[in-house]
């Protein structure tokens, strides 16, 4: 299974670029694989393949109306572990003893 954390957004439209952002989180939930959305950017887990193809439907969907789209993605990829997406916060939080805000 591979993590990857990305950040899409359309350099052209302004200030506020939340409304495009939705249409892209849109089609990460419907693609039924496990994500975490934080304020910078989303943690979806899944397989390499499924990962490009989204990153690519995220893509097509904003260039439709827009002229110039940032995107940036990094991946940790990890043979024969799942799950990552939340056991990776747990291992941290049992070796600092604390619960950290997600």
Not at 30 to 41: C, D, I, N, V, W
Not at 72 to 77: I, L, M, T
Request: aromatic share 6%; net charge neutral.
């Amino acid at each position: 299974m591979t993590l990857m954390e990305f950040s899409i957004y359309p350099l052209d439209k302004g200030a506020s670029v939340s409304a495009y952002v939705a249409r892209a989180l849109t089609i990460v939930e419907k693609s039924g694989m496990e994500y975490r959305l934080t304020p910078m950017g989303t943690v979806v887990e899944g397989e390499w393949g499924d990962l490009l193809n989204l990153l690519t439907e995220c893509l097509r969907e904003l260039e439709k109306d827009s002229e110039r789209i940032t995107l940036q993605a990094k991946f940790d990829h990890r043979k024969g572990v799942t799950g990552a997406i939340n056991s990776k916060i747990k291992s941290l939080q049992d070796k600092a003893g604390i619960k950290f805000r997600t």
